[in-house]
Nanobody, 124 residues
Framework: QVQLVESGGRLVQAGGSLKLSCTAS????????MGWFRRAPGKDREFVAS????????GYPGPGQGRFTISRDNAENTVYLQMNNLKPEDTAVYYC?????????????????WGQGTQVTVSS
């Protein structure tokens, strides 16, 4: 089992920045591809960003493209989501996700493990 604990969510003004963190335990971190999702009230879950085991491949399927950056520190077992130029529509609970992946550089679309989420609220 993989345990994921997110942190860093808070209230921020539109145009501001925020960096979310997610620390993993229970498995070797470098065996895991990682991702970030979000769910806003009344909306479906959105895939925000993904990163490969090596950290060399990243993907931004939708809302974060151009504003969000995913990164990982394999020595700290932590994945980050840097969010810039935040907008009120970015308000959501942000979830960290993980999946065991054989390839060092593949990005995952589906994940097996999930954190509890951290609330991000962007005021206008």
């Amino acid at each position: 089992q993989v345990q994921l604990v997110e942190s860093g969510g808070r209230l921020v003004q539109a145009g501001g920045s925020l960096k979310l963190s997610c620390t993993a335990s229970g498995r070797t971190f470098t065996d895991l591809a990682m991702g970030w999702f979000r769910r806003a009230p009344g909306k479906d879950r959105e895939f925000v960003a993904s990163i490969s085991r090596s950290g060399q491949s990243t993907g931004y399927p939708g809302p974060g493209q151009g504003r969000f950056t995913i990164s990982r520190d394999n020595a700290e077992n932590t994945v980050y989501l840097q969010m810039n130029n935040l907008k009120p529509e970015d308000t959501a609970v942000y979830y960290c996700s993980a999946a065991q992946e054989r390839s060092m550089h593949n990005l995952r679309k589906e994940y097996d493990y999930w954190g509890q989420g951290t609330q991000v609220t962007v005021s206008s």
